[in-house]
């Protein structure tokens, strides 16, 4: 990288509470929706990031996941506890349509990849649901029953097929057709188990290789996963798998798809910038996508890109209550010329009221309660004397160099 403030694009400020999902815009790689416990929704535009272009709010409950719909672009879905919102962003503050989906707190929503008003959701209640936001009944199209609650459940790039991923008690990732019609008070068959992991799997993705010519489909598929066991697992799809959801390489495409990264210029913070033009690796790129070659050309560091650039706040400092005050510099060193220890400059250590364990409340809030008060806590006007004390109080501490 050039300097330390070429990895960080944007800073994006709004949240007063923890975020708890993200998702990129299918039609627009500058819009941005992000949601949080505080039970708000914000859409950004990363051409002016100073402060959410759109917001929506529940009002009831914190969200939980929201997406952005595959096929119009205006449309946006997010859950909250047991509901489901459906937002229009020329329509206000007001949700579209508002659905109790589950019984417990949704865990997991996915747009259709081919209808626009389409969309899956799922909940530790052991259900994956399938809804039609037009209709005007709270009644699911589709639902199917699980024997394990559902974190994760989202519709395959190819078929009819719906990945599910157990929230708890199972290790495997389960394949289901969404044609069959299953008896919602049965536990429905997986017609493929997807296991290996020793521990929960926590994310998981497809790999497309290939390309669509003549109307023609003639992708192949890899399922990504990776687990709590700390195992990256590729699982190869067969042939059979995929003719059980409705899939054949090479078959006739019927149905609308949404390729959103298709003629996308590939950027990454790994590598230096390249002598190439913008336009050129753009067009390159295009042809590779087209032709289904992979990528192999010059990569790109965003500070050529010609996107806006927002300075990186650096946030430090405790107000005179204790708790973390944010005070707002702009950082302007290089990583060369920064001092290790300069970040913390601005943090100070303000008095308390007196902890509930007979320490200071400064200190139990860092070291373990069986460690004596040391009177000397309360002079330090810095993080960097505080971490110096502590390096001479405990002299067997090794510290490593940063």
């Not at 949240?15 to 950004?44: E, K, Q, Y």
């Not at 919102?85 to 020329?90: A, K, L, S, T």
């Not at 687990?227 to 409705?246: N, P, Q």
């Amino acid at each position: 990288m050039v300097n330390t403030k070429s990895s960080v694009e944007h800073v994006l400020h709004a949240h007063s509470r923890a975020i708890t999902d993200i998702n990129f815009s299918a039609h627009n790689p500058d819009i941005l929706a992000t949601c949080a416990v505080d039970s708000f929704v914000h859409c950004w535009d990363l051409r002016d990031p100073s402060r959410p272009a759109m917001t929506f709010c529940d009002w009831f409950a914190g969200a939980t996941q929201v997406k952005w719909n595959r096929q119009d672009s205006h449309i946006l879905a997010s859950s909250h506890d047991k509901f489901l919102r459906i937002w229009d962003d020329r329509k206000g503050a007001c949700p579209l349509r508002s659905i109790e989906a589950h019984a417990t707190k949704i865990y997991g929503v996915d747009w259709s990849r081919t209808e626009s008003t389409n969309l899956a959701t799922c909940s530790l209640d052991r259900t994956i649901k399938f809804w039609d936001y037009t209709r005007e009944t709270n009644e699911p199209d589709h639902t199917i029953r699980t024997p394990f609650p559902v974190w994760r459940a989202r519709h395959t790039p190819f078929g009819y097929g719906l990945l599910a991923m157990p929230q708890r008690g199972d290790h495997d990732l389960h394949l289901y057709d969404r044609r069959l019609d299953e008896d919602p008070e049965q536990i429905a068959i997986a017609i493929k188990k997807y296991d290996g992991h020793n521990d929960q799997v926590k994310e998981f993705l497809w790999r497309p290789r290939g390309s669509i010519t003549d109307s023609n489909d003639n992708r192949e598929f890899q399922l990504v996963s990776w687990g709590t066991d700390r195992m990256l697992r590729l699982h190869m799809v067969s042939e059979d798998v995929l003719a059980d959801v409705g899939y054949e390489k090479g078959m006739e495409i019927r149905r609308r798809l949404n390729f959103t990264r298709r003629n996308a210029v590939y950027k990454t913070f790994r590598e230096e910038p390249s002598n190439k033009s913008q336009d050129d690796q753009g067009n390159v790129f295009g042809n590779l996508v087209a032709s289904g070659e992979p990528p192999n050309v010059g990569i790109r560091s965003a500070t050529i890109t010609g996107m806006s650039r927002a300075s990186i706040p650096f946030i430090g400092g405790y107000n005179i209550g204790g708790s973390m005050s944010p005070v707002v510099t702009r950082q302007s060193a290089t990583a060369t010329d920064m001092d290790p220890i300069s970040w913390m400059r601005g943090v100070k250590i303000g008095k308390r009221g007196s902890s509930p364990l007979g320490m200071h409340q400064s200190v139990s809030s860092i070291l373990s309660p069986s460690l004596k008060v040391d009177p000397t806590w309360d002079i330090f006007e810095s993080l960097g004397e505080e971490i110096t004390h502590v390096g001479e109080k405990f002299a067997k501490v090794a510290f490593d160099e940063v």
